[in-house]
């Protein structure tokens, strides 16, 4: 697989006073990190600065960059919406320093040839290395599988069809037996589409109040429940997106715990959010699949604590403002999230004291980085430098102005948020920094 960025020349630069937490190193310490020509070169305290320029920790947590596993960049196709430049812009913003791209595109990545005029792209423009998914199946029809092989050979970073299920099982198996030849991992957005239909919210009390149709868990977790019954047969691992329902996080803990390579990821507005919030109509909560419960939340931050769940991804889903700015009913689905996961979530999970800090670090860095087979970012010396540094004090308004995403969809706009990135680099670079 290929992660792909900007070629421009490394950065050299020393964080003094923070405090490094490094999860996956073991490290909590207040000591400096120096960074020569993109690499970490030494940690310890008074550190000779080399002439490089000081970025001042004091007061503030320095941790391995962010891994988002799910960002769709909408291009080609719509490039109003979001661009790789902007995508990987508003990723730099919110501390990441990696991102897989989804392929619904216009067209849909589903040949070799789609897949290289975007790597091309992303050599040119990218803010942050970019790794590109490839469809399962070919136009994201659901029929015929792609030519996997060369899209592997071309660079892929997986395979998908997010935005809609793999519908025929007998299909789904094919994939498995394919995407093992690959090495690459197959990633499943998980809907029974007979059961979902035209869902606009999770299926409960708030849907029948709201007169709207419902979206029932069993769609989702039906399939989940299906695709990990066939990996068990194929003795292949497979990738869970976005996970909302209880239900599918004790399938994937049964299929775990019997031995089933299965990983998952959960976005931030699962965690953070349930079906209570849509009351308000805000089409910027309408998301497939839908806020559910409070069972299903308490589900979904148990099972990120105990590693059920190894991914936070955003499924950031740039979406343009005249197609959100209708009735809730005819708005799209998706949100953006790349430059307020971390905020929400430290907001929403670690203040009130659901999640520790360390490992709302390890899910949103090493864990998504190991779910798909990368390198997990780490403060070591010898390691690329791949930091982010975060202001837990800091409270800020979310507003349009701030956003670098050409999309403004944000389930946190107006809201004030506790915690923000300060500074990012990826790769060696220091690609943001107030
Ligand atoms: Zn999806
Ligand atoms: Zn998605």
Redesign the pocket.
Same mark, same amino acid.
């Given at each position: 697989m290929t992660l792909v960025g900007k070629a421009a020349p490394k950065d050299s630069l020393v964080v003094t006073g923070a405090r490094v937490l490094d999860p996956v190193e073991g490290i909590d310490a207040q000591v400096d990190v120096r960074v020569d020509d993109g690499v970490i070169a030494a940690i310890g305290t008074s550190l000779d600065t080399n002439a490089h320029r000081v970025v001042d920790g004091a007061g503030l947590v320095l941790a391995p960059a962010f891994v988002d596993p /799910?960002v769709h960049l909408r291009t080609p196709g719509r490039e109003d919406e979001e661009t790789i430049a902007s995508g990987t812009a508003a990723a730099a913003a919110g501390g990441y320093c990696a991102i897989l791209a989804?392929p619904n595109t216009e067209p849909v990545l589903d040949s070799a040839s789609v897949l290289g005029s975007l790597l091309e792209l992303a050599r040119a423009e990218a803010e942050v290395p970019v790794g590109f998914l490839a469809a399962i199946t070919k136009r994201q029809a659901g029929a015929e599988l792609t030519e996997m092989g060369e899209l592997a050979d071309e660079g892929a970073a997986g395979f998908?069809d +997010?935005?809609?299920p793999i519908a025929s099982a007998g299909l789904m198996r094919r994939a498995l037996q394919y995407a093992s030849i690959t090495g690459l991992r197959l990633a499943l /957005?998980e809907?029974e589409p007979s059961l979902s239909k035209d869902g606009q919210i999770h299926e409960g009390a708030v849907s029948a109040e709201l007169g709207f149709a419902g979206y029932p868990s069993v769609a989702e977790s039906l399939m989940v429940e299906r695709d990990l019954a066939l990996a068990a047969y194929e003795g292949q691992p497979l990738h869970l997106? /976005?996970l909302s329902a209880r239900e599918s996080v004790e399938a994937l803990e049964g299929a775990r715990a019997a031995g089933v390579q299965a990983t998952a990821e959960v976005t931030p507005h699962h965690l953070c959010l349930t079906d209570e919030a849509v009351r308000s109509l805000d089409a910027n909560l309408k998301m497939?699949?839908p806020l559910r419960g409070d069972a299903d939340r308490t589900a979904l931050i148990d099972a990120l604590r105990s590693g059920t769940i190894q991914a936070v991804a955003t +499924?950031h889903a740039p979406h343009a403002r005249h197609e959100k700015e209708v009735p809730f009913e005819a708005a799209p689905f998706g949100v953006t999230g790349l430059e307020t996961s971390f905020a929400a979530l430290y907001t929403h999970l670690v203040e009130p004291g659901l999640l520790a800090l360390e490992l709302l670090l390890e899910r949103m860095s090493a864990g998504p980085a190991r779910a798909y087979g990368l390198e997990p970012p780490r403060i070591a010396v010898g390691a690329p430098a791949n930091l982010v540094l975060l202001d837990t004090a800091a409270s800020w308004r979310v507003t349009e102005e701030r956003f670098r995403s050409r999309s403004v969809n944000s389930w946190v706009l107006g809201r004030t948020l506790n915690g923000r990135v300060k500074t990012t680099v990826a790769d060696g670079r220091l690609v943001f920094g107030e």
């Open positions: /799910h989804m998908t +997010d935005g809609r /957005h809907e997106l /976005h497939n699949p +499924d």
